[in-house]
T-cell receptor, first 114, second 110 residues
Framework: GAGVSQTPSNKVTEKGKYVELRCDPISGHTALYWYRQSLGQGPEFLIYFQGTGAADDSGLPNDRFFAVRPEGSVSTLKIQRTERGDSAVYLC????????????FGSGTRLTVV | GQSLEQPSEVTAVEGAIVQINCTYQTSGFYGLSWYQQHDGGAPTFLSYNALDGLEETGRFSSFLSRSDSYGYLLLQELQMKDSASYFCAAPNSGNTPLVFGKGTRLSVIA
């Protein structure tokens, strides 16, 4: 597609529930990144895919968080047993390859855990 | 790991010039990037410096001094629409994801 698409744009869920957040990157971009952003803060790295594999998942806060990219394009971030502290905007970005070249971000999913 | 420091807020007058500074600490250096983010919007890429000196793109310029571990974003002829948050970012190593600073909130006033 023309840009990075994230769905849903907003998600409200109850504490303890499971959620899935979807990211559709720019066609042909091999690198895909998930970040989390709290109000007034910079994006915080979660996980990075190169193709289908997770090249770096060091930013995932705990084992409740998991992400997949089975065919090397669309990715899903999965959060189990959500907690109120998980509330944030979850941003997805893609880039043509490895390296610090410009990332294209999606508009994010605002997750609210009540 | 990577650590980037930038001022939390800056206010400037429409039509003026403003400079947003960023200092970084890193065990290696693989370039410094700048992103703009309007409230409720996605971060958008502005510029990237791999070498020392000034990179100019229209009203925006970015400068890097590797010896000082320092860079800045320069915005000229400020417009109200430039009011946004600006982030500097750098990777920990050559092929790892960007680490972002906490951002500088720029307010442009009339």
């Amino acid at each position: 597609g023309a840009g990075v698409s994230q769905t849903p744009s907003n998600k409200v869920t109850e504490k303890g529930k499971y959620v899935e957040l979807r990211c559709d990157p720019i066609s042909g971009h091999t690198a895909l990144y998930w970040y989390r952003q709290s109000l007034g803060q910079g994006p915080e790295f979660l996980i990075y895919f190169q193709g289908t594999g997770a090249a770096d998942d060091s930013g995932l806060p705990n084992d409740r968080f998991f992400a997949v990219r089975p065919e090397g394009s669309v990715s899903t971030l999965k959060i189990q047993r959500t907690e109120r502290g998980d509330s944030a905007v979850y941003l997805c970005a893609s880039s043509p390859g490895q390296g610090p070249g410009g990332y294209t971000f999606g508009s994010g999913t605002r997750l609210t855990v009540v | 790991g990577q650590s980037l420091e930038q001022p939390s807020e800056v206010t400037a007058v429409e039509g003026a010039i403003v400079q947003i500074n960023c200092t970084y600490q890193t065990s290696g250096f693989y370039g410094l990037s700048w992103y703009q983010q309007h409230d409720g919007g996605a971060p958008t890429f502005l510029s990237y410096n791999a070498l020392d000196g000034l990179e100019e793109t229209g009203r925006f310029s970015s400068f890097l001094s590797r010896s000082d571990s320092y860079g800045y974003l320069l915005l000229q002829e400020l417009q109200m629409k430039d009011s946004a948050s600006y982030f500097c970012a750098a990777p920990n190593s050559g092929n790892t994801p960007l680490v972002f600073g906490k951002g500088t909130r720029l307010s442009v006033i009339a």
